[in-house]
């Protein structure tokens, strides 16, 4: 036996006990003739001390540890000189009897604490030591802990966990895909999985009637801080079931995680909005409404008193901000230029300032009488002492960037706490979204997505007006302005699924080539159903009180979706050669070698002859 207790487990209690520990030196340092050395493993951290007057063959051995070593520790339980309220063991520490080194670690390149003081590229290069520090095992225990919540609640609401297959064809989830050469079928590809969502409808056609998986997905996208090339779904379909069927049993999922996990109690029912309210209040479709600011619509209000700038836009808007009159030239002017970022993307800022007495200043004084700038800061829910920030020129694209403004204003103002969670349910989406770059229709969630049934004659049109009407029963969980999950009641009927094909521009020929089975499979008695997925590196981090899901993940890829400690993708794989399947068939290829050719951009198979 290597152990008796964990580093975690002693305590006052245990006094007078002989016990033996293993783990790895986080540190040890000498005092007055004694070893001090804290031993650590993913339970905590216990004080073990080496006597002045121990054995000399011990005293030694306690002098030669390093950091990182992993040692067995044989002591007796005692209660401590200055104890350390801060850590759950600090009431004891191990005198020392016997120290058995298991083995030894070169230095290790940064420190393995709480704080780390080696860089971020650093630790991904040693992602293995970096997991050893206590946040991130935190964050992964979290992610264990809200993992068994999942099945636990999933099980008990009759669902079956289901594997589905990794080597497909492609998922219409809107990335660009992940393709693996077919070794045995030379010159064809598979596709990694966007998502599980055809084979999961396909269960539902099989009759398995509520189905879900903890799933890694791969989609090759720009990375940020919360996405990764490869990630993981919380997936579930369910059949016979209405939108309403489905967000109670969600809700139901959410409220266990939150209540386990953390401790929290989420509002019963959960608040819901419409996407056309989301955007028009909030300009986001994953509203952050854990403060307020909404926007609002002052177009006629300001339309028409000769500033050409507003008469001669489609929508004009604005949020009060809370208590941010006295801000000064300079700060507007940063903010002016802050808006005018690209990522935000507004030509120009107005701002109309309340002083605390009433008193109103704007950057549009020139235009508007002092009665009509307050009628707007009204009209903006402005009260004295606000800032009322206004932008102007396309509808939606201006609420997005006032949405973008508020989310910025409500950061800077501290009202985006992450120990306070404020979910909601996003409802209503537009079926479709049109593209005037690419002259089409795409489908705003994805292509199964089925509209809803009162709006059925909009979506047999062919006016673009129509079609644009249409609207789903779409549905996304949204977590303080994060979109944690969505999903919708699919299409179940061939007719209707080969109707949106059309709608979406993809030709018979396409639609036959790429999505003929599961047409096909509509065809056989395919039940009404509907589901979602969450995901669930992006649920852990928002549960934990972070931005970044990397943290999460045990071994995930760098912004440029590198691993740098494994060093891949790489140039170059190894191919073992494959066996001919027969001396008739002497032309088949016998791939040894994969290689990428950048000037190129190929892939190369070398064969062996
Ligand atoms: N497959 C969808 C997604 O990955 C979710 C769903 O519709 O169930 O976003």
Redo the contacts with the bound molecule.
């Keep these: 036996m290597y152990r008796t207790h964990t580093c975690g487990e002693l305590r006052l209690a245990d006094k007078g006990k002989t016990v033996t520990l293993a783990g790895w030196v986080q540190k040890s340092r000498k005092l007055g003739g004694m070893t001090f050395i804290d031993l650590r493993d993913r339970y905590g951290i216990t004080q073990l001390v080496v006597e002045a007057d121990a054995d000399a063959a011990l005293v030694e051995t306690a002098a030669s540890l390093g950091r990182e070593f992993v040692i067995q520790a044989t002591g007796e339980v005692l209660e401590r000189q200055s104890k350390n309220p801060k850590m759950p063991t600090g009431d004891v520490e191990i005198k020392l009897s016997a120290i058995r080194i298991l083995n030894k670690s070169s230095v290790p390149p940064f420190t393995i604490e709480e704080q780390s003081d080696g860089g971020e590229d650093l630790r991904a290069k040693y992602r293995y030591l970096d997991l050893r520090r206590p946040p991130l095992q935190r964050a992964l225990a979290l992610r264990h802990r809200l993992a068994q919540e999942i099945r636990s609640y999933l099980d008990g609401q009759g669902f079956m966990e289901i594997e589905t297959p990794y080597l497909i064809k492609s ?1 219409p ?1 809107g990335a660009r895909d992940f393709v693996v050469p077919s070794r045995m079928n030379p010159g064809t590809f598979y596709a990694l999985p ?4 055809t084979f ?1 409808q396909l269960l539902m056609v099989a009759g398995y009637d509520r189905y879900f998986q903890i799933v890694r ?1 791969f989609r090759d996208e720009d990375l940020r801080a919360d996405r990764q090339p490869e990630f993981t ?1 919380i ?3 369910m059949s016979f079931v209405e939108q309403e069927d489905v967000l109670n049993t969600f809700e139901g999922m959410m409220r266990q995680m939150f209540k386990n996990a953390l401790g929290v109690d989420i509002p019963n029912p959960l608040p819901r909005m419409s996407w056309y309210d989301a955007m028009d209040g909030y300009g986001s479709d994953k509203p952050d409404i854990r403060f307020g600011m909404k926007i609002h619509e002052i177009t006629k209000l300001v339309q028409g008193c000769g500033f050409s700038v507003f008469d001669g836009a489609a929508y004009i808007g604005g949020i009060a901000v809370e208590d941010c009159a006295e801000y000064t030239r300079k700060q507007l002017d940063e903010l002016t230029e802050w808006v005018k970022r690209p990522q935000v993307g507004a030509k120009g800022l107005v701002y109309i300032k309340i002083a605390a007495d009433g008193t109103i200043k704007s950057s549009i004084d020139k235009f508007y009488t002092p009665e009509q700038l307050k009628a707007v800061a009204d009209a903006c829910e402005a009260k004295a002492g606000d800032l009322v920030l206004v932008l102007c020129g396309e509808k939606r694209k201006t609420q997005t960037q006032l949405g973008v403004l508020r989310i910025e204003m409500g950061g800077r103002l501290g009202l985006r706490d992450p120990k306070v969670f404020a979910p909601l349910w996003i409802v209503d989406f537009p079926l479709l979204e049109w593209s005037e770059e690419d002259g089409r229709f795409y489908a705003m ?2 292509p ?2 089925a509209p809803k049934p009162e709006h059925e004659k909009w979506f047999y049109s062919d006016k673009k007006e129509d079609l644009e009407r249409v609207c789903a029963n779409a549905y996304d969980f949204v977590l303080n302005g994060t979109e944690l ?4 009641i699919r299409i179940h009927d061939a007719a209707m699924q080969s109707r949106m094909f059309d709608v979406l521009g993809i030709s018979k020929e396409d639609a036959e080539y790429k999505f003929g089975f599961i047409i096909n499979a509509f065809k056989f008695g395919a039940p009404p159903h509907g ?3 969450f995901g669930f590196d992006r649920v852990c981090a928002l549960f934990g009180g972070q931005e970044t899901i990397r943290d999460y993940i045990a071994f995930p890829k760098n912004n440029q979706g590198r691993d740098v400690m494994i060093d891949s993708p790489s140039n170059s794989s190894w191919l073992p050669p494959t066996r001919r399947r027969s001396r008739e068939d002497p032309t088949e290829l016998r791939f040894a070698r994969a290689e990428y050719l950048p000037d190129e951009g190929v892939l190369r198979l070398l064969c062996r002859v």
């Design positions: 998922t989830e966007q998502s599980p969502q999961k997905c779904q997936d579930c379909e969630h994805h199964f997505t999950g969505g999903g919708s589901g979602l997925a």
